[in-house]
Structures are given as structure tokens and as C-alpha cells.
């Protein structure tokens, strides 16, 4: 079947399966494979994507139901090759190490700073609960989230 | 000076983009997708297998031990782990069959058809049946390696003794849990096998696809793919998911791809060893250690792999950095039929920190002397001897992080509000929220244990590129630890450029020669002192030429100019161009030696362990609820010796990263077993900290500076896994009145040591 949608500012349009996951189609047909699979189930939030302004897991999500839907992935987020300033205070605090879920962190940073531009800190774990970080214990990820919400 | 600044993570930006390509990330042309199946059964025979003859299987690629074209063994310390079963499984995760096919999917429909049957045998799946001996699995006796440590006269030192403390300790396996899953591409050509994927060490992947495929060193290519996170798990085991894949690519002759999913890995790779550590000390009124007596048993699973030197590590380590003159260690690591165990960031260090940590809790208690004096009477100082004999001799900074743990966190008033409040000898059942503070002190040898290094000789080299750049050769591997940038720094500062000027080679075995493993935190003090020394030699020959071309005798470097005699000569860049001009190349290699003086006989397993010890003190602030008995742990205050720090941030990010992990360990990581097989093996119930459930965690570097490290830095990578899970234990005590000796200290765990406590 065929499904169009918004992705990154830019309208495509993908023929798969109704039932595929958004993840294997934004990484599959689309070769955007900034979003990362850790766990497949929805827990680790490594495949996060905004879809219409909210934060989703593109592994639990099929293809069908974003027909016509905005989405905006990682590599959505810097803007003419221009980093998005938590991209950059992700990189100036060090809240990113191995990197694999920094482009689900980004997401769920972005979704936060967009509706809530000036959070709490304990607003900030809130918002990342559902992101999984082995490396960093968080400090640095939470640092440069509230970074970017002083500077900008 | 780059170093002790916070370059930018080197490989950032692409982290940052989505741009960096991890192995997923890469599709090839024609490629297959690989699948492996395992035994379902701890250990027995395999009497048939039968691919169901309604399946189409002209699709489908199968390789079997049979299509081995070498060795069937994953080549390691002893070469016992076979590649695929051949007629017996010792463990239900064993590798048995290989398949292929088109796409994932039809790979897993297809191992929906395969059928195999097993005689089975009574397995041994604890430490207890494999030292009861009902069933020999291994050797004689079920044990893989034992070791004994030992000095000065323990029998006659008990009975000088005061008191006597005794302790049981009990400590759980433990998922690396890197967020990124291993996997491996194999792409096969003529008479060569290229491998790429997400790795710790390629020169151990490049070893064993020598030995599976019968190749020589040139016909082997292993590639690092940006690497999602190691922590110890992509140590050993991906050399196991490569030869796979080159074998399947090899049958295929197409290149073939193998990705764990989530379910898969936590099954089928390694985990930390699980532990009982018995601890028997005889100790003086005053609280001073006389005689110390432990005994340590690790759980190996089903093939020796890594346990040997994750004992060795344990037993080192298992006195923990106190002094104490009469000292019997003795080790063992042990068989079971469960999935072979091995390496986890702090490689048995966290285990017996656990233990000692508590019985020095259990000690201080008994002489009537708080956490911080009965530490600070016994600690090790510089010129002391550790239980192998080793004269600490340099780089000691022990006192300074227990004193800088106890007074950031105002420990001693914090425990006194906490007994006061919590009331150890009064009823722990009111419905308030329970506080505690707990310490824990703990050092970690940096480097390879023993006469590793010294046999080792890791290799690194740097050259200069066309441009005038450096260029960094070596294998140690970015795993996000941050390899790549500190590297950097130490090359920019010893070469006086700037950190943009040193660039840093893929970690291709065809292109960079063998630093040893990334593991044993020996990537910055090791391997960066090696990567410094070849940068010296690099200068040491453009300062020859230039002394040469401009017939000065006295030539220096500073900052990027070289000078003679007050003059300025020309820029290291204009030098390096015409060097290259005239030379074709600059490139110089350098060998890691230990410094002068250390010793280890592996005879008596004496003498200098390491070449030296990175030190750690921790408080642990926890919050128990009275009701679901959930530990929560609300404050970490570290302090910790790590030499120099190339890099603050990056080094305060391993200490955080370490340090959550360590929490996981202390309070919520717990495996469940039915059988030989983990039953949660899967995020949904495997529970990792989030970030609601990380403390803050406040860190102080302390930097006594090592003089045979680069630039002054010793070992930071596992130091920060070691102490947190005591500390978080003691604090547990403090709140509860109950002293918990196994961890996870999940609410079952601690309701039954409250329940037990009231009995009593």
C-alpha cells in the first residue's frame, strides 16, 4: 500500500505493508537510520520520532496509522547544517557518548522544550523517563537539556 | 595545552546528526540475513536434526559444524567454546545451526521448521551442584581455575586476634545491557573474509577468524563499526557473532548479516560472574586487620572463556585497599551448564568490593568504631603492601577520597541524623519514609592483571599525513568512553598542535596495528602512553631533520615552531611536508613496557599486580519506603583518584555512567533463572535505571598524578563500577536496621532480612 507523510519538512511517499513498523520504514525505505532499535518492546526509546508534535516509539507504531502525519526524526533537528541547540549542548556538556540513544534523547528533549520551554529539573527526568542511557547515568543528558532551555 | 580541557567528543557531531553508522545502519548489496539456532536444553545430546521436508529450503542457506573449513572453537585463552555444537550442548543458548536467508523475516520462519532432539542429561546450574560433584562437567571436578593467594602467617595471626568476623557475601549475575545490540557483517572475497560490526577488541575477532577459517593474518580484515556501547559485553563474544556470520557468507558466498535482537542478546551473551565470597577476619580491639582469610567462588557457566582472569582480578582485588600482613586468598571459578560468563566492566572487582565493603561494615560495627575510622585506621598508604606483596610506591591518593567523600557529603552528620531518626535498635514498622547514609572505599588496578602488559606489548603507532596532520594508529576502540578524543589530546600536546591537526584512523586491522583488547581501563593509561611515546619518536625524527637541514645542534620544539638558539626555525607543518617530500612517509610505532621496577610472578601469583591503583570513596544517600520496602537511592557523593584527567567531562562522564550502572547492580538488576535459562530476558523486566531512578550524582576528580602514565592519567573505566553497591547497602543498614549480604537488594530481598531481623 501506498502512505504518504511529512518527514523532516519534506513530503514523501513509501509503498509497504499497512502493518510495517514506522521504524523499519523510516530506516528501510526511507534509509533514514538516525532512529535506532534497542529493544523492540517500547521501553528503551531509542526509536523515538515526533509524530504531530508528540513523542512515539517507532517501533510500536505501524506505517497505516501516520498516513498524512508530520513526523521529524533526528536528522530533522539541525537546520542547514546548523545544529539544533541541544544538539549542541548535547556535544558541549557531553551527554552524548556511545550515541545510539542520543537521536531518541534529542527527540524527547525537543517534544519537551517545545511545550514546555523553561522545565524544572525533575520536569526534565520526567520527560526522559521512557529514553534508556547505559553510558552517561543521565547527569550530562539533564545538563545539557537545561542548557538549552537557559540559553535559547 | 589540549590536555585537562574539554575538547569536544571527536565523533560528536555525527552522534549528534544521526549521521554515525552503527552496524545496523549499513545494508550491502545482495546481503543475506543470518540467524542462529540454539539448544533449548542445559546440557545433552543432540540425537536428530530434522528440516521439515514441506518447507521450501532452496532459499535458504544452513551451515553446521561440518562447514567449518578450520577450527571448531572461538579462539580465546583456552580454545574450549566451540563455534557450533557438534553432538553435545553444555548450555541452552549453544550455538548449533547457522541459516540465511533473503530478509529477517524468512530467516525466522524458516528456524520455525527446523526440528532438533535431544537426550538430556542432569545439568549443574548453580555454584552449589558444581562443588556438591553429583555431575563432573568439567575436568574432575567442575573447577575451571583456582588461585591462591597468600602471606605472612594467617593460623597463627587468628590466634592472636582480638575478635573474629565472619561474613557471607552473595552477588548476582548482571546484564552489560549496551543500548545497541550486537551484530556482524561478513563479506566474503576470493581467499579473504572482512568483518565489520560493533566490537571492543578487533584483533580478538581478527584471532579467531584466523582460526575458524584457517587464514593468515593479510586474509583476515575486522572493521570497528561506531560501537553503541561495550561495557565489557562486546568484549569476547563478538568474535563468537563474526565467525558466524563469515561462515554463513562463506557457504553463501554473498555477504552476510547477523543482528541480535534485544531477546537474543541478553539470552545468549555473557554476564557478569555471580559470586559467594566468604570472608573470615581476625581483627584488635582497636579495629586493626591481623589476619584475613577469604574464599571466593565465581560462577563460570559452560566454558572457561574469560573466567580465569575475571578470577584472578576478584582475588587481587578481594581484601579490598586495606593493609592486613597475614592474608590467604583462594579462588575458584567453576562450571555450570548455563551460558558462559565473562567480562562486565570491573571484571570481578565489583563482586569482592561488595563483600569486603560489607564485612568492613560488619568489622566497624563490632569494635564499636564508625564507617570512616575503622577505613581510615586499615587503608592502604603510599609505601604500604597489598595482599600480593605489592610496595605501593607512587600515585597513591586513598586518604584524599575518603576525606573528600566524607566531608562533600557531610557523611558523619548525615549519619547521626539517620540513626537518630531511623533509631537502628527500635521497630523499623512506622509508615515514614526511612533515610540512611552509607561509605564505601574501593581501588581498581588499571591495566592487565600480573605479567598481561608485559607479555602484551601493545602496539601503537602515529604518523603524518600529506597535509601536515597527525594521524593516530591504533586498535583500542571508541566505544563512547571516548577513546577517539583523549587520544587526541595526548598527541596534539606532545606534538605542540592544535587538537583539530590530529586526525585518528578507523579501527581497521588492515590499517592499524594490535594495541591489545579495549578493556581492564588500560586504553587511556596503557595504550595512551603508547600512543604518546610513538608521538615522541615522530617528533624525535622531524627534529633530527631539522637539526640536519638547518645545521643547528640544539633544536626544540615549543608550541608548533621549531627553534634553535632563540631563533624560529619553521612551523611543524612546513617540517612535516618536507620531510615527507623528501622521505615518501613519517610514520613510527611504540611498544608498551612496564615501568622499571614492577614484578609479578605468576608462580606464587605475587608481587606488583598492577603497575598502579586508580581510588574511590562513595556516600550513598537512600530513601526506603516502609510500606513496598523500594529502595530508593537519592544522592551518590564520589570521590575519585583517577590520575590525571585528559578530558574532566568525559572522564566525570565514566564515573557517572559507572556509578548508574553500579546502582542497577546494588538495587534493581536481577536475572531470572528457570533451567539454564534467564526468563527476563527482555527490557520489559530486566529493569536498568532510568532517569527517575538515578540519584544525583555528584563527582570529585582527584588527580594524584601517575609518572609512567600519559601526561600523568591512570585507569578510569571500571574504578566507578566498583563501589556504589556497598555504599547503597550500608546506607540500606542505616535506614532499616537490617544488613543485607545478597544484592539486588530488591523489596522481596530486603522485607525478608527485616522479617528475619524481628524473628531474631
Known amino acids: 500500500m501506498k502512505f504518504s507523510f511529512q518527514i523532516n519538512g519534506a513530503e514523501r511517499e513509501i509503498d509497504a505493508p499497512p502493518m510495517k513498523r514506522l521504524l523499519d520504514a523510516l530506516r528501510e525505505d526511507l534509509r533514514l537510520t538516525g532512529t535506532k532499535e534497542g529493544c523492540g518492546e517500547g521501553e528503551c526509546g531509542a526509536c523515538s520520532v515526533i509524530v504531530d508534535g508528540e513523542v512515539i516509539n517507532s517501533c510500536l507504531v505501524p506505517v497505516c496509522q501516520t498516513q498524512g502525519a508530520k513526523i521529524i526524526t533526528v536528522e530533522g533537528l539541525a537546520r542547514d547544517g546548523r545544529l539544533d541547540p541541544l544538539q549542541q549542548a548535547f556535544l558541549e556538556c557531553g551527554g552524548a557518548q556511545c550515541g545510539i540513544c542520543t537521536p531518541g534523547m534529542l527527540i524527547a528533549a525537543r517534544v519537551l522544550l517545545d511545550t514546555n520551554p523553561h522545565p524544572a529539573r525533575d520536569e526534565i527526568k520526567e520527560a526522559i523517563a521512557g529514553n534508556l542511557c547505559r553510558c552517561t547515568g543521565y547527569v550530562k543528558i539533564i545538563d545539557a537539556i537545561e542548557q538549552t532551555a537557559k540559553t535559547v | 595545552m589540549a590536555v585537562g580541557q574539554n575538547v569536544l567528543r571527536k565523533e560528536g557531531h555525527e552522534k549528534l546528526t544521526g549521521a554515525a553508522r552503527y552496524i545496523d545502519d549499513i545494508a550491502l548489496d545482495g546481503m543475506l540475513y543470518g540467524k542462529t539456532i540454539r539448544s533449548r536444553v542445559p546440557r545433552g545430546r543432540i540425537k536428530s536434526i530434522t528440516f521439515d521436508p514441506d518447507y521450501d529450503w532452496s532459499r535458504i542457506v544452513v551451515a553446521d559444524y561440518r562447514d567449518i573449513p578450520g577450527n571448531n572453537y572461538v579462539a580465546l585463552i583456552e580454545n574450549d567454546q566451540p563455534l557450533l555444537a557438534e553432538t553435545e550442548v553444555r548450555h541452552s543458548e549453544e550455538p548449533i545451526l547457522l541459516i540465511a536467508a533473503e530478509s529477517k523475516h524468512e530467516a525466522e520462519i524458516a528456524a520455525r521448521h527446523i526440528r532438533i532432539e535431544y537426550e538430556e542429561a542432569p545439568p549443574v546450574l548453580t555454584i552449589e551442584d558444581a562443588l556438591k560433584g553429583d555431575q563432573i562437567i568439567h575436568g574432575s571436578d567442575n573447577i575451571f581455575k583456582s588461585f591462591l593467594i597468600a602471606r605472612g602467617d594467617v593460623d597463627e595471626a587468628f590466634k592472636q586476634a582480638d575478635l573474629i568476623v565472619e561474613g557471607e557475601y552473595r552477588v548476582p549475575h548482571q546484564e552489560q545491557l549496551y543500548i545497541e545490540p550486537q551484530g556482524m557483517i561478513a563479506i566474503p572475497g576470493d581467499d579473504t573474509m572482512t568483518v565489520m560490526g560493533s566490537m571492543q577488541c578487533p584483533y580478538y575477532v581478527h584471532k579467531a577468524l584466523k582460526h575458524v577459517f584457517n587464514l593468515s593474518d593479510e586474509q583476515v580484515i575486522v572493521i570497528q563499526t561506531t560501537t553503541g556501547g561495550g561495557f565489557g ?70 566454558y572457561a572463556t574469560l573466567s580465569s582472569v575475571v578470577l584472578s582480578r576478584g582475588a587481587i582485588h578481594a581484601l579490598g585497599p586495606y593493609r592486613c600482613d597475614n592474608v590467604r586468598i583462594t579462588a575458584r571459578a567453576v562450571a555450570t551448564n548455563t551460558p558462559p560468563n565473562g567480562a562486565f566492566r570491573g571484571f570481578g572487582a565489583p563482586q569482592v568490593t561488595f563483600a569486603y565493603e560489607m564485612q568492613m561494615e560488619k568489622i566497624g560495627e563490632k569494635v564499636g568504631m564508625d564507617s570512616v575510622e575503622i577505613r581510615r585506621i586499615n587503608m592502604l598508604r603510599e609505601g604500604d603492601i597489598t595482599a600480593t606483596g605489592q610496595k605501593l610506591t607512587w600515585s597513591v591518593g586513598s586518604e584524599e577520597v575518603l576525606n573528600a567523600a566524607v566531608e562533600r557529603s557531610d557523611f558523619l ?89 590530529v586526525e585518528i584512523e578507523e579501527p581497521d586491522t588492515s590499517r592499524v596495528p594490535d594495541s591489545g583488547p579495549t578493556v581492564a581501563s588500560r586504553t587511556c593509561m596503557v595504550v595512551g602512553r603508547v600512543v604518546q611515546m610513538a608521538a615522541r619518536e615522530v617528533k624525535e625524527k622531524l627534529r633530527r631533520f631539522v637539526a640536519e637541514r638547518y645545521g643547528e645542534a640544539d633544536v626544540k620544539l615549543i608550541e608548533n615552531r621549531f627553534v634553535a638558539n632563540g631563533k624560529d626555525l619553521a612551523s611543524f607543518g612546513a617540517i612535516a611536508r618536507a620531510y615527507l617530500d623528501l622521505h615518501g612517509e613519517l610514520r613510527a610505532y611504540a611498544r608498551y613496557a612496564n615501568p622499571p621496577g614492577i614484578e609479578w610472578d605468576d608462580e606464587t601469583y605475587s608481587g606488583d599486580a598492577y603497575p598502579v591503583f586508580s581510588w574511590g570513596a562513595i556516600v550513598a544517600e537512600v530513601e526506603v519506603d516502609p510500606t513496598t520496602w523500594e529502595v530508593a537511592v537519592t544522592k551518590i557523593t564520589t570521590a575519585q583518584d583517577i590520575g590525571r584527567a585528559i578530558n574532566p567531562i568525559l572522564a566525570e562522564g565514566q564515573i557517572e555512567g559507572g556509578t548508574l550502572q553500579a546502582v542497577g547492580y546494588g538495587v534493581l538488576e536481577e536475572l531470572v533463572w528457570n533451567r539454564g535459562r534467564i526468563v527476563n530476558n527482555q527490557l520489559t523486566n530486566y529493569i536498568i535505571p532510568t532517569s527517575l531512578d538515578a540519584p544525583e550524582i555528584e563527582t570529585i576528580i582527584v588527580e594524584k598524578e601517575y609518572p609512567h602514565g600519559p601526561f600523568g592519567a591512570k585507569g578510569v573505566g571500571e574504578l566507578p563500577m566498583d563501589g556504589a553497591a556497598p555504599a547503597i547497602a550500608a546506607a540500606v543498614y542505616d535506614a532499616t536496621g537490617a544488613f543485607v549480604p545478597e544484592i539486588p537488594i530488591t523489596p522481596e530481598r530486603l522485607l525478608a532480612a527485616i522479617e528475619a531481623r524481628e524473628r531474631a
Do not use: W
Open chain 2, 233 to 302: 559485553g562486546k568484549e569476547e563474544y563478538p568474535s563468537m557473532i563474526a565467525a558466524h556470520a563469515a561462515l554463513l557468507a562463506h557457504k553463501a558466498k554473498r555477504p552476510v548479516k547477523i543482528i541480535y535482537d534485544r531477546a537474543e542478546d541478553i539470552a545468549a551473551t555473557p554476564k557478569r560472574h555471580p559470586g559467594v565470597i566468604r570472608h573470615r577476619t581476625g581483627v584488635t580491639k582497636e579495629g586493626r586487620l591481623v589476619a584475613s582469610e577469604i574464599d571466593i567462588v565465581f560462577d563460570g557457566g559452560a
Open chain 2, 413 to 501: 552528620s548525615k549519619i547521626q541524623q539517620a540513626s537518630l531518626q531511623n533509631g537502628r535498635a527500635g521497630s523499623p514498622r512506622s509508615q515514614e519514609k526511612r533515610r540512611g547514609v552509607g561509605l564505601s572505599f574501593f581501588f581498581h588496578g588499571a591495566g592487565f592483571t600480573g605479567s598481561g602488559e608485559a607479555k602484551m606489548k601493545a602496539q601503537a603507532g602515529v604518523e603524518i599525513t600529506p597535509e601536515g596532520h597527525a594521524r593516530i594508529l591504533s586498535g583500542s576502540t571508541e566505544i563512547g568512553q571516548g577513546t577517539r578524543t583523549i587520544f587526541c589530546q595526548i598527541v596534539a600536546d606532545e606534538l605542540g598542535l592544535g587538537c583539530d591537526d
